[in-house]
């Protein structure tokens, strides 16, 4: 199983809901990454969770709150939202073995779309 | 921090025609430079990448080039077909615990037939 899976694919909400994207991948990863990914621009990083622990957090807004509840699942909750937080998030894994391929597998994405 | 600039930011060629698209780096402690393909509405793929040991790297019909000296590295595409239109990004990063990718802006290759 070489797959990251995300749900859901699409999800519109409002700036006042509170709703979760998912991601699980199975390759026996310790690595797990959030990504954001405007139209026509590279993914932005958002999150790096090593070992389940939070390793980075790149300056992101506390409306946008990660979770890794064991080390094949993460998660990211979303709470009051701004319009311009519309984007596709992409969750990864990567390898982490203290000589790290550095190859990250990307799930499909989810498009989050702030109503 | 690390800084990857990328170049062009659109190709278009016609197929069969080779394409070459180039990014250089700012930070010398980079070591792992891969190479992505994201085609519309889908995730971005790993499609080759090179270490900083290894000078140039070939798949099929895809090469990369690294110069370590002047920091730079570059995607080579030869024989392109049309289902090679895509955005390519490249990034570099260093050895770590995990992978902190700097992406490129990214490069729209269009072929077409």
């Known amino acids: 199983d070489t797959e990251v899976t995300q749900t859901p694919k699409h999800l519109v909400m409002g700036m006042t809901n509170k709703k979760s994207l998912k991601c699980e991948q199975h390759?026996?990863?310790?690595?797990m990454y959030w990504y954001k990914q405007k139209a026509k621009k590279p993914p932005e990083l958002m999150f790096v969770?090593?070992?389940?622990?939070?390793?980075i957090n790149e300056s992101v807004p506390s409306r946008f709150s990660p979770e890794c509840p064991n080390s094949s699942l993460l998660n990211l909750h979303l709470h009051a939202l701004q319009p311009e937080d519309s984007a596709l998030y992409l969750c990864?894994?990567?390898?982490?073995?203290?000589?790290?391929?550095?190859?990250?597998?990307f799930g499909e994405g989810s498009r989050l779309t702030v109503l | 921090g690390e800084n990857v600039e990328q170049h062009p930011s659109t190709l278009s060629v016609q197929e069969g025609d080779s394409a070459v698209i180039k990014c250089t780096y700012s930070?010398?402690?980079?070591?792992?430079f891969p190479w992505y393909k994201q085609e519309l509405g889908k995730r971005p793929q790993l499609i080759i990448d090179?270490?900083?040991?290894?000078g140039e790297k070939k798949d099929q019909r895809i090469a990369v080039t690294l110069n370590k000296t002047a920091k730079h590295f570059s995607l080579h595409i030869t024989e392109t077909q049309p289902e090679d239109s895509a955005v390519y990004f490249c990034?570099?990063?260093?050895?770590?615990?995990?992978?902190?990718?700097?992406f490129g802006k990214g490069t729209m290759l269009l072929v077409s037939p």
């Open positions: 930070d010398s402690a980079s070591n792992y």
């Open positions: 969770y090593s070992y389940e622990k939070l390793s």
């Open positions: 990034a570099a990063s260093k050895r770590s615990g995990y992978s902190t990718l700097t």
């Open positions: 990864a894994s990567s390898r982490d073995a203290g000589g790290a391929t550095g190859e990250l597998f």
């Open positions: 390759m026996g990863h310790r690595a």
């Open positions: 090179i270490r900083s040991n290894v």
